[in-house]
Structure formats: C-alpha cells, structure tokens
C-alpha cells in the first residue's frame, strides 16, 4: 500500500497539512511534566561540589562539616561512586586515531576543567545539599592548564593527559585532486582566518534527571530530560553493571534539547550511581551556572581557507585547516571527534568543483568537554565556504548570487558524489535559490542598499548556500561501536472504540514528533489524527530506536510509523472483508469508517469493528488473523544520510559608528523533501534560524588564561532575545527521498547550519565599501568597529 | 531567636483566587514556594536570576520575576500563575493563539511568556510588532525564534479591539 502524495484530494491527506500539536493544549495551560515537576515518596536531591579549577589534582577532601549540615544523608567522592560505576572512554572505531582517556561520573584523582564533578551530597532537600556542598572541603594541588588551542600541540604545552602522549585527540586529512597544483595555476586565490566561538545551547529546562533503584525488583528506573531514551538505558545498564533489561529510561516532557541533551553527562550517570547505591529516588536538577560550565559546549574551531577560481567564476578548489579544541575529555559516546569531521565532510557542498583538500586538528585542552549541538560542524562549514565564495565573488567583481549559480550543482545531475565524497541523492540549489531571489525581490533589495548608501547608511546583503545532512544511517556511529540506534520503529494498535495508539521510539522535544506522527498515523489507518494518541520516550513501552537527534525523527520515526499504520490498515481491512464478505482490496477506511473504496460508501464503523474483534470474537471465521496491533522498523539503507539542502539570505545594516548591526530580514528556502506539517517545519526553520544568529552576533563562551570561565550567566553569555530578532520569510522547495515511501527527510538545523555565514556575508557587504571585512564570530561592535580602524588599542 | 531575625515567616495570601496561608523559610523565593509548597508547577526556575522570564507569574496585577521575590514579600498579595489564569478563562484567547500559531515548542518558557504577553495586552491595546518585541525582551525562548509569538499576541490584539 502507498499514499498517492500527488493527490492534495485523497481520502485522509493530512501528511502536508498543518495539523494543531495534540501536546501544545496542555503546555499553554501549564500542564507539562518535566523532570523537576516530579515528587517521589523518599525522595531526596543530589547537588555536585565542582572543581573550581581548570586542573588540579585532588589530595584530600573533608566532607565532615557537610555531614554535620541538618538534612545532609550522604556525602560521595569519585572514589565511592568508582565502587559502582565504571568510567568509560568516548573514542569510535571508524573515527581513525580517536583517543580519550577513561572519565569517571565523579573525577578521581585529578579535576581536568572547571565545573568538573568532585563530590556529591545528598540531603533531604535541595537547600540542604546546597549548603552542604559549600561546606565539602577539597584539598588541590594546581597542575599547569592548557588553554589555547593553537598551541596546544607546541612541544613547551603541557600535555593534558600524560598517557596520551600528546594533546592531539584526532585529526583527519580528506585529499582529492591536486589542490596545490590548482592553487599555483588558478586565475585568483582568496584566502581568510575564519574564527568561530564557542557556544553553549542554554536549554531553558535545565538537565534534569530523576533515577530510582528498586532493589527488591532488580529494577532502575531514570526519568530523563534526553533526547535518547534508549542510549541512556544502554549507557546506565553497562556502567552500572545491570542488564539492559533491568534499567528502564522515561522522558516526559523536555524543556529544550538542540543536541545538549543526546550525550552522556558524569553528573547523571552519578545521580544514578547514587540511587543505586542508596536505594531510594534521587533529583538532580542543574543550576544555571552548572548548565554553562557542564553542558556541552560546541563550535570552538579556528579555520584557514582558502579558494580558488577561474576567471569566469568557476570554483576549482577549496583548501581548509580546521582546528578545534574539544576540553579535556572526547564525549561519551558520540564522541568530540564528529564536529571537525563534519567540516572536513560539509565544506565546499553546495559546489560542483573537483580538488580538494581539507584537515581537521581535534585538541585537549583544560576546558569544559565540547560535542554535537545542533546543526553540528554545519554553521562553521558554511560560513568558511560561503564566506570565501563571497569574497572570491568580490574579487572577479562578480554578483554572490551570480558566482553561486555559477557553481551549484545543477538540480538534474544526481545522484552525484562530493570531492569530500558525500553522497547526494536528490538536492535542489539552483531551484531553491530562483524561490529565494525572488521572495526576497533581490534586484529591489540591492537598489535599496544602494539608495540607503547615498544617504550614509550602510546596509548589506548576504547570501548562504548550504546543505545539511540528516537521516543518518549506522555509518554515522553504530559503524563505529557505539550502541545508537540509526533504526527507529513504530507500533500501532487499535482499540476497542477504533481509536488508535501509536508507540515511538522517536522522542518529543518540542519540535512536534507527536503530532508529526499523529498526522503520518491517522492518514495511514484512514482516521482524524485526533482519534491518534501518540506515546513516546518510554524504553519498557516504545519499540527500541534512536530517539531525537541529526534531524531523523520524521524521517526515520516517520516512515516506521507510516509502515506500521499500513500494516494496521491491511490487518483491519482483512477483518472488515470477513465481516462485510467483500473483498479486502474494494474497501477502504476513511474518517474511521470502513467505506466501499469505489463509492466511498460507509460500510463499518471501526468501532464496531472493535467491539466484535474484542468482545465477540467468536462471530469471526475461526483462523481469521485479528492482529490489530501492528509494528515496523525503518533504517536507510542506500544512502549513508540523507542530504537536504538550502539557502538563506540577511538583509542588516551597520552603525558604523557603534558598530551595532541591525537584522531587518530573514529569508531561508529549505528542500527537506517530503513536508509533513507546514506549520511546523517553519517553525523549526525559524527557531533554527534564530539560534544561528545567536552565534552570529551574540554567544561566545569566555575563559581567562587559567580556564576560568568568565561568563557564566545568563546575564553575561548573550543569547537572541524578541527585540533584536527579525521577522523571516520560510519558501520551501520539495524534493522528497526515494528511500522512503514518505519521502521525508530532516528539517531542524537548516536553519542553524546557514544563518551565522548570511549574517557574515551580509555585515561584509555592507563594509565593503570601507574596506573592512570581519570573519570572527560573533560579529560584536568592537569587532566590527576594529575592523573599521575605529578602535586601535 | 528575636523577631528581627527569625527564619520563618507566616503570609496570608491570594493564589489564583484562594486564599493561603504559610510558614516559609525567610530565604524561600516566591517561585519555589508556588511550585514546592503549592504545587503549582506550570512557572519554571530556569536563569534564576531575573533575566530569563521563565518564573513571570502576576502579583497584584505586574508582571513579576518569581525567582527575584521572596515568598515573604507576597504576604497579602494577589498572585496568579497560569494554572488560575487557564482556569478563570483570562487570557484564553491567548493561550489559542499560542496553540494555532504553534508560537510554542517545548513550552518551558511559555507559562511565564503568557503572563508577560497578557500583561502587555493590559497596557497597551493595540501594540505595533516591535513594541511587542521590546515588550518580551525579558521572556527567553530558544525554541520558536519569537516570531510565532509576535504573531500571537498581534491576532489577539487585533481580535481583542475588533470585539471592543
């Protein structure tokens, strides 16, 4: 069976309709249930005594004045919680040359950043802990920091990890074609230093997790704010030495996620340590300042690039050296590796160009542990790309949308493969960005810039080109050894009143996965998605997948759930057939009744279908299947991931005296393929959008030279709040998978992965005329005034 | 201990209409109070600190920072959260505009955006898209990009003076 997608008046069409979220009632009404909202007979809070420098070896730590503290039960240090919990090593086999040392829940011997657990304390309520925390005694001995990333490998840097030998944790040389030998003979040759800063996602909900050990059951059970139940049940059960069986992961509702919450945290797999150990339930909440000095931060990479081009404009190669500096431990399991990967991966992509050349240099340092935050190594690839593309632009004189045309791989050649060997099934560049310039009447836009420059206004226009990729496949970490599902599956069951439930083991965070699937579900089975109820993020209940993360929940958890609910169709349709003695195939289900599929006639309500299946079996043919439960699996198969690509435009001006940029429009047209709900894939595009502006003009985590970090509030790390965001026009161009029956592929970090190298590319157009370029983010008044020589100290 | 620095202390209050009376510890915020002695979970802590918005409840008619007030200070005041404000009906059409525009995502912000939202509603009728923005510039939100939300209370307003 399939879905006649060409057909906007098929029966049940609600796969491309904006379709109200079924969980967005109770969240305006205050009814979410988020992790700090639980209480549990017995339960008490854990708060985590933290390193106050960046490395350091612990020599001694007193917790007898923390004990002494009214509601304090327990006080841990690394070693008590060593006892129970192994540490683990985030390293992946396809990921050549990955080293990490072990990382305890607790640190051991030796604090390697600062905000690195040291102890917990456990007390009846979380005031309590507090102030006993303050009062854990902890001897250190301070060991030199290594901080900069650019000389992290000098042989006077100390070495972080003296068993690793050197600082280096990674690096990767991609060489295709003879990049130098172009670069010699090239018509012209820009090259830059590309700066981008390292952020944090800010998640409003802090991490939160709630575990409880039933000893009498051999039971574990976690409630989680993650975006991978199933992971975390795996990651609980092997450090803890239980079976997988015997832990179970529950997640409600999650207060924001963008990839923060996909990773192993030593502070959660602590809390869960304890409850073991203590065997009753145990909270831990993060604070905000424990969110910015333990969240995993992301984006720190210092980036030389370089282009070549003919005369005409013709790219002919790139040449990058990415570096990145990850803290002092690769992150479990997902490991620190994959954001430098995905540079060497995603840098030139939109470009049909042959020589290639592209490193990337992955460095400990004594700072907090970077990983995967949305959109990874995708905003730094395109802006180092785009940015050179427009300066070469600039140099041959030529027009940014020209140059681009140019040079995209047209819409009629794929499949095709990248010089960085990527592998495209079907992008639409030269379609999505006609749609572009005309939403964003480009030749108006530019005579207005040129109008606004006569009065002494500088505004500029910045184009970004891009692709991103989702729906990953095992290549991406199961090739590797990590337990991460690429697979998700989907039950549907119907029941007794022909309403249905649909069980996932993609996850909510927000973005819609609950009314995505209720959508997919309901045109399935042929009912209102009303009559769908959607559960998710429960490892005991949900079939076993991946959860929420490299934009694959509709894409993968999408066409599981749509092959489940076809497979629920054909099973209801056979006992319906046997009912109505017609044949299966002449009937259909439409609004949740049976009808003839030719006239469209109603023949059986699914309710009564129910009420016989359940209560009056006995009046069906004996040996009729009558399996209104039905389950499917999905995984990509033919492609590695599913490329989508795009294209985003920035129209802003600069105070050249302030340096303030002003964002006056957003213009984004993404090809996610196959649209499910309009609504919310606009949404997605815009919050993404607004999270790459962040790092555009705001977000930049700060440390001093002893790995202090400075800015550790939210008063103090900038983020886009309602005044200074623009408005944003979303086109879409679709152009769906053939992987898949649905056709769906990712849509939640388009939006990030182009933003920062728009606003880039617009800020350096309007400076232009000056004679001034900026190329570290974020693009702050000093930096842009000391890019105008208008600041010198 | 003497009456000047004792650590408890008793308030008598409104909470979405009902009247409540506590013993809190001194030190006790008024968001915490509302979510662990109340049990009114829908404001969030989040910045704990005033800046993120997360904690906005109403006491006596503002817009207020649950994480920058002490329960003790609301001895005699009238407090809503946006449990009493779902149930009294108050800014329903808000809270549909919100749903229709999805000018929500994960909702941890949006009980505290709504009160802000509202509050706005009551100052000004008819509030251009750029003072709505200015207006929120203390409601963090990571999810939507705020435009969705601006969207939100623009319909409401415009509906709101079309039904005047």
Known sequence: MTIPFGNPNRPNSYIGKTVPRPNAAR?????GRYVDDMILPRMVHVVYVRSPMAHARITGIDTAEALAVKGVL???????????????????????????????????????????????????????????????????????????????????TPVLHADMGDNLAFRRLHEEGDVDAVMASAHKVVSARFKTARHTGVTLEPRSILVDWNAPEGQLTAWHATQAPHMMQTVLAEHLGLPEGRVRVICGDVGGSYGI?????????????????MGRPVKFIADRLESFTTDIHARDHEIAGRIAVAEDGEILAFDIDDWTAIGAYSVYPRTSAIEGNQVVNLCGGPYDFKDYRAQTTVVFQNKTPTCQYRAVGHPIAVAVTEGLVDMAAAELGMDPVAIRRRNMYAD??????????????????????????????YDALRADQAEARKKGIHRGIGIAS?????????????????????????????????????????????QGTEAMLSQIVAEGVGVPPAQVRIITGDTQVTPYGGGTWASRGAGIGGEAALQAALALKAAILEVAAAMLQAQAGALDIRDGQVVDADTGQDRLSLAELGRIVYFRGDTLPKGLPREL????????????????????????EVDTDTGIVTLLKHWCVEDCGRIINPQLVDEQIRGGIVQGLGGALFEEIHYDAEGQLLNGSMADYLVPMAGEMPDMIIGHVETPTLESALGAKGAGEAGTAGAPAAVMNAINDALRPLGAQVTEMPFTPERILRALGRIED | MTDVFRDKIDIALSVNGEPVEARVPAGRHLIDFLRLDLGLTGAHASCEHGVCGACTVRVDGDAVRGCLMLAAQADGAEVWTIEGLSDSGAIRDLQDAFVARNALQCGFCTPGMLVACADLLTRDAVPARDEIREHLSGNYCRCTGYEAIVDAVESVAKARRGAA
């Not at chain 1, 001897?139 to 990333?149: I, K, R, S």
């Open chain 1, 74 to 156: 327990r006080v841990f240090t690394g070693a008590d919680i060593a006892k129970v919990c192994t540490p683990w090593v985030a390293v992946l086999a396809h990921l050549k040359g990955l080293k990490s040392p072990p990382e305890h829940a607790i640190a051991v011997d030796r604090a390697c950043w600062v905000g690195e657990p040291v102890a917990a304390v456990v007390a009846t309520t979380r005031a309590a802990a507090e102030d006993g925390a303050a009062l854990v005694d902890v001897d250190y001995d301070p060991l030199p920091v290594t901080g900069d990333m650019m000389t992290a490998l000098d042989a006077d």
């Open chain 1, 27 to 31: 969240l305006v009404e205050g009814r």
């Open chain 1, 466 to 510: 891009f692709i991103e990729l989702t729906n990953p496949s095992p290549f991406m970490y199961g090739i590797g050894g990590a337990r991460i599902s690429a697979q998700d599956g989907c039950t549907v069951r119907m029941d007794p009143d022909g309403s249905l439930v649909a069980l996932s083991g993609v996850t909510e965070q927000g």
């Open chain 1, 629 to 652: 439960v039905q389950t499917r699996h999905f995984i990509t198969s033919e492609y590695p991931f599913a490329f989508t690509n795009g294209v985003q435009a920035s129209y802003l």
């Open chain 1, 412 to 441: 009629d050649c794929y499949p095709v493969t990248s010089p960085a060997k990527m592998r495209f099934e079907g992008l639409s560049h030269h379609a999505s960005m006609d749609k572009l310039v005309a939403l964003m009447d």
């Open chain 1, 261 to 277: 919450k996909v990773h192993v945290y030593p502070d959660e797999v602590a809390t869960a340590a304890i409850a073991k150990i």
